[in-house]
Each structure stands twice: as structure tokens, then as C-alpha cells.
């Protein structure tokens, strides 16, 4: 069975950093397209940054120049690196996996940028 289990999570004060983890278990996290999104209460899901399986990366352009998403080979983990946090990048982080028309969803790690 394939899971994907978030980490990382914390508060922070605004112009500090956190990283995130998404271990991956069960497969190999380079055969995903793999993404993370993140969703504030009474919101929808919002995407933030995706890595491909031959690591081509995109970002939201509100977290452009800030934020970096990587893979770990010897993790089998995908990474969220963000620098520069404000108060509205509070949010659950969520990470997500696409592989064959089927998604995986991880549980959420929450990030909150608070003086």
C-alpha cells in the first residue's frame, strides 16, 4: 500500500523558514508527479509548488522566489523548502501524488506564520 505522510510543520514568525517533508512509502516517490497544495478553513485547496518524475518543478506565484520543492532519492521523500513566510502562507500543507490517473492524498502538516 502507498502512503504518503507530511512532516515539518510548525509555527514560525513572519520572514522565517520551515521545510516540509513528504516521505513516501510503499513506491518510489520519482515515479509521481508529485505537488503540494495547502487550504486555509471555509477555503479550497490551492496548489503551491509540483515537481514531475523527470523534475521539472512549478510554482504558485504567490510563493515564487520563496519556496522550493526538491526530491530526496535516499529519503524516497519530496521536499518543501520555505524561505521568506508570511502570515498568509498559514495554511495545512497537503502533499499529493498523481501516478496513472489515480491521486494520493497525504493527511496535512500545519504551518502557521504568526508574530
Known amino acids: 500500500q502507498v502512503q504518503f505522510v507530511e512532516s515539518g510543520g510548525g509555527s514560525v514568525q513572519p520572514g522565517g523558514s520551515l521545510r516540509l517533508s513528504c516521505a513516501v512509502s510503499g513506491s518510489t516517490f520519482s515515479n509521481y508527479f508529485m505537488a503540494w497544495y495547502r487550504q486555509t478553513p471555509g477555503k479550497q485547496r490551492d496548489f503551491v509548488a509540483a515537481?514531475?518524475?523527470?523534475?521539472?518543478?512549478t510554482y504558485a506565484e504567490s510563493v515564487k522566489g520563496r519556496f522550493t520543492i526538491s526530491g530526496d532519492n535516499a529519503e524516497n521523500s519530496v521536499n518543501l523548502q520555505m524561505n521568506s513566510l508570511k502570515p498568509e502562507d498559514t495554511a495545512i500543507y497537503y502533499c499529493?501524488?498523481?501516478?496513472?490517473?489515480?491521486?494520493?492524498w497525504g493527511r496535512g502538516t500545519q504551518v502557521t506564520v504568526s508574530s
Open positions: 499529493h501524488a498523481l501516478l496513472g490517473g489515480r491521486t494520493y
Open positions: 515537481i514531475t518524475p523527470h523534475g521539472i518543478v
